[in-house]
Every structure is written in C-alpha cells, then in structure tokens.
C-alpha cells in the first residue's frame, strides 16, 4: 500500500522560503512518477510540478522559476522548494504519485492523474 506523508509547511512572510518534504512507503521511487498539487478550500486542484522516473522536471507556468521539484531516491523523499512566496501560493500542499495510464510530462489534468497522495500539508503566505 502506497503512503505519503507532507511535511514542512508553515507560515511564511511574502518573498519568503519553504522547503516540503514527503516521504513516500510502498513504492519504489526510482520506478515512479510524482508530483505536488495544492488546493485552496472551495477551489480545484491546481498540479504545480511533477517529475519522472527519470528526473526530469516540469512546472506550471505560475510557478515555473519559483519552485523546484527534486527527489531522493535513497531516502524516498520527494521535496519541493519554493522561493519568492506570494499571499495566493496560500494553499495545502500534496504530493501525489500517478495513476495508469497518465504520466509526468508536463500536461496538467486538474489533479485527475494521481492515484495516491498524503494528508497535505498547510502553506499560509502572509505578512
């Protein structure tokens, strides 16, 4: 059985950093696509970043040059760095794996693509 665990969210000032942490059991992370999504109460997913079995990257547009996606494949952990925070970055952060037959490439399907993801993971953005 797969699970995710977020870590690492918290209250930042905008302009400010974060680094979250997820730590994934029941997968081989070599073997697997990721991504984050995060989600604001009343309003749709939004996939910000992903990446492949092969490291490659792929971001949102909104994101793209803010945020970087990486992963440790000896410790299982997937994390995602963001810099330059702005009050609507506010949102609960997921990490996800994907469901057949979609992949990482960098085409977003409103969250609909993953199979798995954890409890999320609160980033309030605010001065």
């Known amino acids: 059985q797969v699970q995710l665990v977020e870590s690492g969210g918290g209250l930042v000032q905008p302009g400010g950093s974060l680094k979250l942490s997820c730590e994934v059991s029941g997968l081989t992370l070599a073997n697997a696509d990721l991504g984050w999504f995060r989600q604001v109460p009343g309003k749709e997913r939004e996939v910000l970043s992903c990446i492949t079995k092969s490291d490659t990257p792929y971001y949102r547009d909104s994101v793209k040059g803010r945020f970087t996606i990486s992963r440790d494949k000896g410790k299982n952990m997937v994390y995602l760095q963001m810099n330059s925070l702005e009050p609507v970055d506010t949102a609960v952060y997921y990490c996800?794996?994907?469901?057949?037959?979609?992949?990482?490439?960098?085409?977003?399907?409103?969250?609909?693509?993953?199979?798995?993801w954890g409890q999320g993971t609160q980033v309030t953005v605010s001065s």
């Open positions: 996800a794996t994907y469901d057949y037959p979609y992949h990482c490439n960098g085409v977003w399907y409103g969250g609909y693509e993953f199979a798995s």
